[in-house]
């Protein structure tokens, strides 16, 4: 079985990440989203909600896991026997960033590849932090996330709100 994972935080779930994924998904027999429990960012979901809003929307995808890790990605996808991390790629500045990712995860594990798939022309802007920002000023996220992720938006901002 070919496996790979697709890592990130996604903080929620956007058009752009459906994207990468499905895309992904038909590449690997087996994908793996893996929602990262990174401390050093400050999520608007907790880990629980995002893995949920992963689950709802991927259930269309029947080669597609979802799952939570710990630690460092390289560690994680040896554990789950993967042979690649998948990465989106958006704009210019991604590139530096996914670039210094992708050699230290090779230093750290040289078997494991990094693959990076190129975001859709539409989904370019498209980021979880763009989402929220829009969502906190009332402004409408229809065509940035799927309709669950809109309304869970719209509750949990409330929530916090109030
Ligand atoms: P991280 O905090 O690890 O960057 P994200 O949830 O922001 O996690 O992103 C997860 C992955 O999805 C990353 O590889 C990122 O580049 C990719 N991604 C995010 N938004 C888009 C988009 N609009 N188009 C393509 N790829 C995207």
Same mark, same amino acid.
Not at 9 to 14: K, M
């Given at each position: 079985m070919r496996t790979a994972i697709c890592p990130g935080? &996604?903080?929620?779930?956007?058009l752009g990440h459906l994207d990468i994924i499905g895309r992904a998904s038909l590449l690997f027999s087996r994908l793996i989203v893996a929602v990262s429990l990174n401390p050093t960012k400050n999520p608007l979901f907790s880990p629980e909600e995002r893995v949920e809003m992963l689950k709802e929307v991927l259930?269309? &995808?029947?080669n597609v896991e979802v799952d939570l890790f710990n630690g460092l990605t390289v560690h994680y996808a040896i554990e789950r026997k993967a042979k690649a991390i998948v990465r989106g790629l958006r704009v210019i500045s991604d590139f530096e960033n996914e670039f210094r990712m992708a050699l230290t995860n090779k230093k750290l594990a040289c078997h494991l590849e990094t693959i990076f798939l190129m975001t859709k022309a539409e989904y370019s802007f498209i980021s979880s932090t763009t989402v929220k920002e829009i969502a906190a000023f009332g402004g409408s996220v229809r065509d940035l996330v799927p309709p669950q992720v809109e309304q869970r938006l719209i509750d949990k901002l409330r929530s916090k709100s109030s």
């Open positions: 935080s &996604f903080d929620p779930v956007t259930a269309p &995808f029947p």
